[in-house]
């Protein structure tokens, strides 16, 4: 009789956690129209996408990090597929003026130039008299890299910013200035090189998330809440730490507002003072999925929620915040949006929506 119980408390159990994984219907509004437009075959889970001026970029697990191409005709090429590492490609990003992409896994940061038009490596040339910049990459981070952004500050100075699971650590920035060499094969010539160094900021507890906007940073700070930050120079002045309902794992900028992925809690909404200078806690709501990621589209958010796919939230009204829709995307772990096209990065590679206003 004993065996019969433990086996029909262990079955509950799993119904019970199956039905928390799977939410509840909920009220829409149907502010926009959405279709899905085509699927980019990554060959592995696509875990994050960045796209530029038609070239899409993708951290696709363990076939490492490609890049994919938009032709005028509608359709899209790959053309370039490469692995940094042993581990699964799980983030990538471009400063799109240098051309230098970053990426990482869970065994560290890499970064290396792109060509123009970003679809593949930039090469090693040489002319007479004629400046070059070498193809050459290299690493950064830790095995615990969570997110990052970039910015460049001049032509010769571009910041990485990144954060990670390590309490301890709180803020990396990592500065890569392009320095010029004499090339042993130019005649009265010389190269252009990216070298790397670092600084550190604490912001205590465990960071998960970040965003930039000027000199304003935010950072999510999971149990902990979400922060606001003031970057001077290298230095990181504290403006407010906001406590929210969850695990805050992300965060994203959006007009006078910082938003929030707060995982199973939904979604948060703060406004910002007067002067960037304090941080309010303005709304939350529940979307049916737990919130991983966010991304903007005009005044909707769009909501990454792992494998309840994607959720858009109609923020004309940030103090009363609606769900809009949802999107059965299959299991979504980041989104990009550009124009009016929703990159999904999914278990089934890249999907692109389609998006416009009703």
Same mark, same amino acid.
């Given at each position: 009789?004993?065996?019969?119980?433990?086996?029909?408390?262990?079955?509950?159990?799993?119904?019970?956690?199956?039905?928390?994984?799977?939410?509840?219907?909920?009220?829409?509004?149907?502010?926009?129209?959405?279709?899905?437009?085509?699927?980019?075959?990554?060959?592995?889970?696509?875990?994050?996408?960045?796209?530029?001026? *038609?070239?899409?970029?993708?951290?696709?697990?363990?076939?490492?990090?490609?890049?994919?191409?938009?032709?005028?005709?509608?359709?899209?090429?790959?053309?370039?597929?490469?692995?940094?590492?042993?581990?699964?490609?799980?983030?990538?990003?471009?400063?799109?003026?240098?051309?230098?992409?970053?990426?990482?896994?869970?065994?560290?940061?890499?970064?290396?130039?792109?060509?123009?038009?970003?679809?593949?490596?930039?090469?090693?040339?040489?002319?007479?008299?004629?400046?070059?910049?070498?193809?050459?990459?290299?690493?950064?981070?830790? *095995?615990?890299?969570?997110?990052?952004?970039?910015?460049?500050?001049?032509?010769?100075?571009?910041?990485?910013?990144?954060?990670?699971?390590?309490?301890?650590?709180?803020?990396?920035?990592?500065?890569?200035?392009?320095?010029?060499?004499?090339?042993?094969?130019?005649?009265?010539?010389?190269?252009?090189?990216?070298?790397?160094?670092?600084?550190?900021?604490?912001? *205590?507890?465990?960071?998960?998330?970040?965003?930039?906007?000027?000199?304003?940073?935010?950072?999510?700070?999971?149990?902990?809440?979400?922060?606001?930050?003031?970057?001077?120079?290298?230095?990181?002045?504290?403006?407010?730490?906001?406590?929210?309902?969850?695990?805050?794992?992300?965060?994203?900028?959006?007009?006078?507002?910082?938003?929030?992925?707060?995982?199973?809690?939904?979604?948060?909404?703060?406004?910002?003072?007067?002067?960037?200078?304090?941080?309010?806690?303005?709304?939350?709501?529940?979307?049916? *999925?737990?919130?991983?990621?966010?991304?903007?589209?005009?005044?909707?958010?769009?909501?990454?929620?792992?494998?309840?796919?994607?959720?858009?939230?109609?923020?004309?009204?940030?103090?009363?915040?609606?769900?809009?829709?949802?999107?059965?995307?299959?299991?979504?772990?980041?989104?990009?949006?550009?124009?009016?096209?929703?990159?999904?990065?999914?278990?089934?590679?890249?999907?692109?929506?389609?998006?416009?206003?009703?």
């Amino acid at each position: 009789m004993k065996r019969i119980i433990l086996s029909a408390s262990v079955l509950i159990l799993v119904l019970l956690l199956a039905a928390c994984l799977k939410p509840d219907p909920i009220n829409t509004s149907f502010a926009s129209d959405v279709y899905l437009m085509d699927v980019l075959e990554t060959g592995a889970y696509a875990r994050d996408v960045y796209v530029h001026d *038609g070239a899409i970029l993708v951290a696709a697990s363990q076939a490492g990090n490609q890049s994919w191409q938009e032709k005028s005709d509608g359709s899209v090429e790959k053309t370039l597929e490469y692995k940094f590492g042993d581990d699964p490609a799980l983030r990538v990003i471009v400063e799109p003026e240098t051309r230098l992409m970053f990426t990482f896994d869970r065994g560290g940061g890499f970064f290396k130039k792109l060509s123009p038009g970003l679809h593949s490596f930039d090469s090693v040339y040489a002319q007479h008299g004629v400046n070059v910049e070498t193809s050459e990459g290299g690493t950064y981070g830790s *095995g615990g890299n969570e997110d990052f952004a970039v910015r460049k500050i001049n032509d010769s100075l571009v910041a990485l910013y990144v954060i990670d699971r390590t309490s301890n650590d709180g803020l990396k920035q990592y500065y890569f200035n392009r320095y010029y060499k004499e090339a042993d094969f130019l005649y009265d010539g010389e190269y252009f090189y990216w070298e790397l160094s670092n600084a550190g900021a604490s912001t *205590g507890g465990i960071n998960l998330g970040l965003d930039l906007r000027d000199t304003l940073m935010a950072i999510s700070h999971d149990e902990l809440g979400v922060g606001l930050y003031r970057l001077d120079g290298v230095e990181l002045d504290t403006l407010g730490v906001v406590n929210t309902p969850g695990e805050a794992l992300e965060v994203k900028f959006y007009d006078n507002y910082l938003l929030s992925a707060n995982n199973w809690a939904g979604m948060g909404i703060f406004s910002i003072g007067a002067g960037d200078s304090s941080l309010t806690h303005l709304a939350d709501i529940e979307v049916g *999925g737990w919130v991983k990621q966010i991304s903007v589209w005009n005044d909707i958010a769009v909501l990454s929620c792992g494998e309840n796919g994607i959720f858009l939230v109609d923020l004309s009204d940030p103090e009363i915040p609606q769900v809009d829709q949802p999107i059965d995307a299959g299991y979504t772990y980041r989104t990009h949006v550009a124009g009016n096209i929703i990159y999904a990065a999914t278990r089934e590679g890249v999907k692109r929506y389609h998006i416009e206003s009703r």
